[in-house]
Every structure is written in structure tokens, then in C-alpha cells.
């Protein structure tokens, strides 16, 4: 699925899916994976006898080479080369048969094969959850806020919110100074992708690139063991099943607008972004190499970084606007925690070599 990026069109695509997808809890035993035509299918077992055959989702081909220790790169060798009854009897040997599974469908193709435990956190609950703080934010203490940008993806929802009302100017040279704007970024998945998190954000207006602070609030994806057969969630919705998570959610989302949390952290990051960078080949090998980047960003990553203050605010920019070339929106996320983390390293660290 192509990532939906307006509030509006999310809205629309949660309420379609609504009506596309079910949730079952089987015996991993029971779940048989095999060869349909070209492609790897599973027959997943229902409550009154009848097997539903359904694809899977690149996500759920990612979970099933996990569960089953399969390795990735021998797992996806298998189907590029075509010996997928090879796979299938691959998966069908070692994935665990004494759990219990919860099977996410969607569209006819499994997006999620997760623990029975898994708690859903529905992206419609989370998105409505959102836009209620946002409108109280509005009127009862007369904040502006701006939806930055809104994505929804195979594998999580995302919404980064800034407010103009909560604004500062970085300082990384004496004559040099970055105006930004705070506000939240929120992330879901409903597929086992990553906890419920409610982060801290940052917009540096000039360059719009983007911070994610360290955590505020996280929830992870864990609740009481469910029993065999068809989740039927029209009785009670979830967001109903756990209020005083959902008060959580809201007091944190009305605590990230606090003008003293965001020039507290304005004036963490004013004691660093400052601090000069002397070798900058030797501090992008090293940010490289600390953060996973892969050796084929050092070349972007480099000519950015010549373009930015030689400084660590400079080297924490690089990445974060190098970032806004990613294709993929989880790599983006990923980075802009990480030019977040630059600031929190000590500089001496970039230019070990």
C-alpha cells in the first residue's frame, strides 16, 4: 500500500478498511502455508469450519521469517528464485505449532501474524483521539496547531503536529541561529510494526527538517490471551475497552504543548549545537557506523553536511535533511530520531578515530 499522506484521505481509507478486514485467533498448527500459482498463500482455519486462502502482506512475509528463524535473505531468496514449495514447507516445519496466532486480514491478505496477546490499538481510534486534544488544544488555551504531515503506511499510522505558538531560535554560530517550532509526532501500528508512541517534535522552519525527541509515552502491544475464533469488536469499541489508557494518551498529547517542556529542550540542544565539528569525513564514517546507516548515504550525507554549519547541530541537520530523500517514511522516522541522538552524543565521539 502506498503511503496516504492528507488527514482527510486517511480518514476515509481507516473507514474502508473497516469493511475489509477481519481478525481470527487459530492454532499456529492449523495455519498452512503453501504454493498458489506464484505466489506463497495460507489457508487460515474459521470457527465453522471453513478455510479462507489469503496472500500476505510484505510485512507478514517479514513476521513469518522471524517466528520461524527462517533467515531473511534465505527467506526472500526462496521467492525470488521461485522454489516456493521449498518455503512453504520451510515455514510449515518451524513455525511454532504450540501457540496460538492472531491473523490480521485485510483486502484478502494477511497483514499481520501476531501473539493472541496482541492488543489492538485501532488507527481510527488513535486519529479521532488526536483531532479531539488538537481541537480542545485550540480553544481552551488558544493555541494554533498545524497537522505537518499525516501518513498512513502498510505497516503505521503517523502524525506530526506543530504549533507556531511554541517557537525558539537555535543558536550553532554566533551569527547563525535556526528559528523552530515544537509540537508531537504520534506513530500506531496495528501489525506488531512498533508501540503506540507519543514523542516530542521538532521543525526547523528554514530547512523543514525535522527532530523526534526521546519518549513521552509508550504503550506497547500487550494485552490478556484471547481465545480461539473470529474478534467481533461492534459490541464495544476499543478505545472504550481501556479509558484510562486513552486519558493517558490525551493528558500526554496536551503536555507536549507546554511552552516550558519545549524551551527546556530548545535550550538542551542550544548547549551543544554549537560545539565545532573539526573533521567532518571522520564524523560522518563514525555517525555511519553508530547509527546503521549504510555506506551508501555517506556521499549525500557528506555533501550535506558541507552545506550546513560546521558544527554538531550542522552534523545532526545533515542527516535530518538527507532524510527527507528517503522513499521509505519508517527510514525517515528513523533518522530524524537519530539526528536528535547526534545531539545528545558527545561530540569527541564523532571524531574518534
Not at 478498511?17 to 498452512?32: A, C, E, G, H, T
Not at 518455503?87 to 494477511?110: E, M
Not at 481510527?124 to 503506511?153: H, P, Y
Not at 545532526?316 to 535533511?321: D, I, K, L, P, Q
Amino acid at each position: 500500500m502506498e503511503k496516504i499522506k492528507s488527514l482527510t484521505e486517511i480518514a476515509e481509507e481507516l473507514e474502508r478498511q473497516k469493511n475489509n478486514r477481519y481478525d481470527v485467533v487459530v492454532p499456529s498448527d492449523q495455519l498452512i502455508i503453501l504454493k498458489d500459482g506464484e505466489n506463497i498463500k495460507v489457508d487460515v482455519p474459521l470457527p465453522n469450519g471453513e478455510k479462507k486462502r489469503h496472500g500476505l502482506t510484505e510485512w507478514a512475509h517479514c513476521q513469518l521469517s522471524e517466528k520461524t528463524k527462517i533467515p531473511k535473505r534465505y527467506y526472500d531468496r526462496m521467492r525470488e528464485e521461485g522454489q516456493l514449495d521449498l518455503l512453504a514447507d520451510n515455514i510449515n516445519t518451524w513455525l511454532p505449532s504450540k501457540d496460538k496466532r492472531l491473523v490480521r486480514v485485510l483486502d484478502n491478505n494477511i497483514r499481520a501474524i501476531v501473539s493472541d496477546r496482541y492488543k489492538i490499538m485501532d488507527n481510527n481510534d488513535v486519529l479521532f483521539a488526536t483531532l479531539e486534544e488538537l481541537q480542545k488544544i485550540q480553544e481552551e488555551r488558544g493555541f494554533r496547531v498545524d497537522v505537518k504531515r499525516s501518513d498512513l503506511t502498510e505497516k503505521n499510522l503517523y502524525i506530526k503536529i506543530t504549533s507556531p505558538d511554541l517557537s525558539d531560535d537555535v543558536i550553532h554560530l554566533k551569527d547563525r541561529t535556526e528559528p523552530v517550532h515544537g509540537g508531537v509526532i504520534i506513530s500506531n501500528s496495528e501489525v506488531g510494526a512498533g508501540a503506540f508512541n507519543v514523542k516530542p517534535f521538532m521543525n526547523v522552519l528554514v530547512c523543514q527538517n525535522g527532530l523526534i525527541g526521546d519518549h513521552i509515552f509508550k504503550r506497547v502491544h500487550l494485552g490478556a490471551e484471547r481465545g480461539i475464533g473470529l474478534i467481533d469488536w461492534s459490541d464495544d469499541t476499543l478505545m472504550k475497552q481501556d479509558d484510562a489508557l486513552w486519558s493517558q494518551i490525551r493528558d500526554m498529547i496536551q503536555g507536549t504543548f507546554n511552552p516550558e517542556v519545549f524551551h527546556k529542550w530548545v535550550d538542551e540542544l542550544n548547549g551543544v549545537a554549537s560545539i565545532e565539528i573539526e573533521k567532518p569525513v571522520l564524523a560522518i564514517d563514525n555517525v555511519i557506523k553508530k547509527f546503521d546507516l549504510g555506506k551508501n548515504k555517506k556521499d549525500a550525507l557528506l555533501n550535506q553536511f558541507a552545506k550546513e554549519s560546521p558544527t554538531q547541530w550542522g552534523l545532526a541537520m545533515a542527516v535530518t535533511r538527507v532524510a527527507q530523500d528517503e522513499e521509505n517514511y519508517e527510514n525517515q522516522i528513523k533518522m530524524e530520531e537519530i539526528g536528535t541522538q547526534i545531539l545528545k552524543t558527545k561530540a569527541e565521539v564523532f571524531v574518534e578515530g
